[in-house]
């Protein structure tokens, strides 16, 4: 007899599982990282590919995650052995589980840290302290925040005691509700700064940048960190969505979900970036500015409209909402893995997972200033010049989760269910005969995405 519930607990409804994925998608991938991503790789051609990514590539392997989460019904760790066992296989696959929860950590470390960022902006702008500020003006607080390292640990403190506090209680007290709102509501406050943007005058610009590729300026490393951020948004290949998915009843349609889930995400990532850059333009500023980016033109746009105060809070407000939705996912598969495996309280695991994140966030709390200039060094590929490998402690985690080890986990994930499962098993779990859908998704499932995974890599690193 399968097992029809994982003991953390049900989500209470399909509904319900929907609306905390998506929690978990949107987040600071969406209106942080996205944006400053999109800038720094040249607009257009960036986002075209990412989003052939997000379909080829994130949709299928979202699948593919949540129907090994919900077959396995334990952490991800246990999941890949247990089901490993199950169709005969290796216990070897388990490092998909493993590999999850060290990208975790690091994610979650400065994770927290930018999240923290956000909460301080709350405050700064329900304090009025951008009105009337120049680009400069707004610059200079973004700077004088990140310089001190002080104040960075002290909102990255209270962030991660956030998070602690919701996984302690089991991410369905409270999740639930917290997600059916707060996406509406942001949405429609991304819409009110979309109309902002449209009127400033540099909308066709901004438009310009996002979605007039120029194809110019694509290259392999590009290309990786479209796909690392296509990754990193819908939260996969680390455990996250495969958590959420063995929390999920055995009724539910995966594939619908995950189109919604998707489709969601897409739209908000989409919606922040027809915001912001137009934005950027009217400032006067470089859409290379960095991970600082909206937190400069955020404000600019919030001291330039009407409301702005009580628009700007609001929208800081849901931002440190969206990325706790997205944190608490991030610690669950170590958590529950802790429960499972160490017999530990739910509260002590969360507590030591918040407590060994804290610890690996200094290291990007220090990125920003006393240990702000890049570690590392150069390495002769065959290129035209040396590459420099290296950077901050924040710059590297962020690079290496997002653009490695996550699209290592959904190549892994890929080729378990496509190659190692039977086609009998990846059925019954998904409830689906041999339509249309089922063979479209597993041919993807099986050649394109694992492929395209593999090409991405070897482009990146100029073997091809
Ligand atoms: N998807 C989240 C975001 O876009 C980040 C995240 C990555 C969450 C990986 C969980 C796992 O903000």
């Known amino acids: 007899m399968r097992k029809e519930t994982s003991i953390h607990g049900q989500w209470s409804s399909k509904l319900a599982f929907v609306l905390a994925a998506t929690g978990s998608a949107v987040g600071l991938g969406n209106i942080w990282r996205f944006p400053y991503i999109t800038g720094e790789n040249g607009g257009g051609a ?3 590919v990412y989003l052939m990514c997000i379909l080829l590539i994130g949709l299928p392997v979202m699948i593919g ?3 090994l989460g919900r077959r396995g019904r334990q952490s991800p760790i246990n999941t890949m052995t247990s089901l490993s066992h199950e169709e005969g296989l290796s216990r070897a696959w388990s490092l998909i589980g493993w590999l999850g929860v060290a990208a975790a950590f690091m994610i ?5 840290v930018i999240a923290g960022w956000s909460l301080s902006y709350v405050f700064r702008t329900a304090g009025g302290v951008f009105t009337g500020l120049d680009v400069d003006g707004v610059r200079g607080v973004f700077e ?3 310089s001190d390292p002080e104040r960075l640990l002290a909102w ?3 962030f991660m005691v956030m998070n602690v506090l919701v996984v302690a209680r089991g991410v369905r007290s409270g999740l639930e509700q917290a997600v059916k709102f707060l996406m509406p509501a942001l949405l429609g406050l991304l819409l009110v700064l979309v109309i902002y943007a449209v009127s400033i005058g540099h909308f066709a610009e901004g438009m ?3 979605f007039a590729p120029d194809f110019g300026k694509i290259n392999g490393e590009v290309v990786l960190m479209a796909m690392g951020q296509a990754f990193f948004t819908l939260s996969l290949g680390m455990g996250a969505i495969m958590i959420y998915g063995s929390y999920l009843s055995s009724r539910a349609s995966i594939m619908r979900t995950s189109a919604t889930v998707v489709s969601a995400d897409t739209l ?3 919606l922040a970036g027809v915001a912001i850059f137009p934005i950027v333009f009217a400032s006067g500023l470089q859409p290379d500015e960095g991970p600082g980016l909206i937190f400069v033109t955020l404000p600019m746009a919030f001291s330039g409209m009407p409301g702005g105060v009580i628009f700007g809070t609001l929208f800081f407000i849901l931002l440190v909402m969206a990325a706790w939705t997205s944190s608490i996912s991030l610690m669950e598969p170590a958590v529950a893995w802790l429960v499972e495996n160490r017999d530990m309280e739910r509260v002590k695991a969360s507590v030591l997972v918040g407590l060994v994140a804290w610890i690996l966030g200094i290291g990007t709390v220090l990125s920003f200033n006393l240990w702000s200039s890049p570690i590392g060094f150069h390495l002769d590929l065959g290129g035209e010049e040396p590459v420099f490998i290296g950077g901050t402690i924040f710059s590297m985690m962020d690079y290496l989760t997002s653009n490695v080890l996550l699209p290592l986990g959904g190549l892994f994930i890929a080729l378990f269910v496509g190659w190692r499962m039977t086609r009998r098993s990846v059925q019954d779990e998904l409830g689906v005969g041999m339509g249309l859908l089922f063979q ?6 099986r050649f394109l995405a694992p492929v395209g995974i593999l090409l991405v890599f070897l482009n990146a690193v100029n073997l091809i």
């Not at 479209?440 to 499932?445: M, N, P, S, T």
Request: aromatic share 20%; proline share 0%; hydrophobic share 65%.
């Open 108 to 112: 979650l470390s400065f994770y927290s």
């Open 208 to 210: 310009r940048f996002l």
């Open 46 to 48: 960036f986002v075209l």
């Open 156 to 158: 990255h403190t209270v």
């Open 144 to 146: 004088g925040l990140v």
């Open 65 to 67: 995650e949540i129907l």
């Open 440 to 445: 479209g998704w597993y041919l993807v499932l």
């Open 268 to 270: 908000v990532a989409v």
